[in-house]
């Protein structure tokens, strides 16, 4: 059972009156009064009923009857009064008769009955219904359930029972199928959803790739000029030497190890 608070009130012992929380903050009240005591309100929640809890007031009302008790424990979240006012809603309320009115012990054309007869008649009625502890019930509500005294064969109340659970078992397993139908459709999304994200790091990686491949690219040729750059450094520092050595000698030199000889014979 669920229940919603409401905001309290404040009620006093010296008189009979009741303030609102707004009230008893600002003291809208006689001069004298005090011993208030505060009043939590809570309301009742109303919920529709489930297909869960309609299985399961269907399946205590085959094992337990009218123990309503029992069938509410049996539900779990629902009381009593929930129950009977439920199972009262449900489509095959038609198939109860209205209670069956005490009458003398006469037959069809009012001759007299032996109690033999009697006796038999009223097993077969005891036989046709039962009796609900809620018929004689004082609370107008409660009261429509009398009717319940008046059933047209526990076979009958029991079939309809079963045949209840089995559609709310056909209709807990289409919900079921519609279920995983959409879990199923939210799991492709996602591998859709998944693929894409793949295959737009795919492209990034090759355009990554791309990027550092041109970069090698110009490393490399950085490296081969740097490469070009020194060695001709060193052939215009070499053939600066050759040339001041062939202007001290006046000698021309055709290869590096002329000019090497030439050095030797002068250290």
């Known amino acids: 059972m669920r229940f919603i608070a409401n905001p309290p009130s404040f009620s006093c012992n010296q008189a009979d009156i009741i303030l609102c929380s707004r009230c008893y903050v600002r003291g ?51 009381c009593a009064k929930d129950c009977v006012a439920r199972f009262i809603k449900l489509p095959f309320g038609e198939q109860f008769l209205r209670p069956i009115e005490d009458g003398e012990d006469n037959g069809p054309n009012g001759s007299y ?24 019930a004082s609370n107008p509500i409660m009261a429509q359930v009398a009717f319940l005294s008046g059933i047209a064969g526990s076979d009958l109340a029991e079939t309809s029972a079963r045949a209840a659970i089995s559609a709310l078992h056909k209709v807990h397993i289409e919900k079921s199928k519609f279920s995983n139908d959409i879990k ?10 998944q693929m ?12 990554l790739e791309s990027l550092l491949e041109k970069e090698w690219r110009q490393l490399h040729y950085m490296k081969d000029s740097l490469f070009n750059d020194q060695l001709a450094i060193l052939q215009h520092q070499n053939r600066a030497k050759f040339t001041a050595i062939e202007d001290r000698t006046g000698h021309k030199f055709r290869t590096t190890s002329d000019v090497n000889i030439v050095e030797k014979q002068a250290n």
């Open 196 to 207: 894409k994200e793949i295959q737009d790091k795919i492209v990034h990686f090759e355009a």
């Open 184 to 193: 199923v459709e939210e799991i492709i999304h996602i591998i859709i959803v």
């Open 28 to 78: 809208n009240c006689r001069p004298g009064l005090s011993n208030f005591k505060r009043v939590d309100n809570m309301e009742e929640l109303k919920t529709e009923w489930t297909d869960k809890e309609n299985l399961h007031l269907l399946e205590a009302i085959v094992q337990y009857g009218e123990e309503w008790k029992k069938v509410s424990e049996h539900v779990g979240s629902r």
């Open 113 to 136: 009955q032996s109690n033999d007869e009697v006796a038999a008649e009223h097993g077969e009625s005891l036989k046709r219904r039962r009796l609900t502890p809620l018929a004689d």
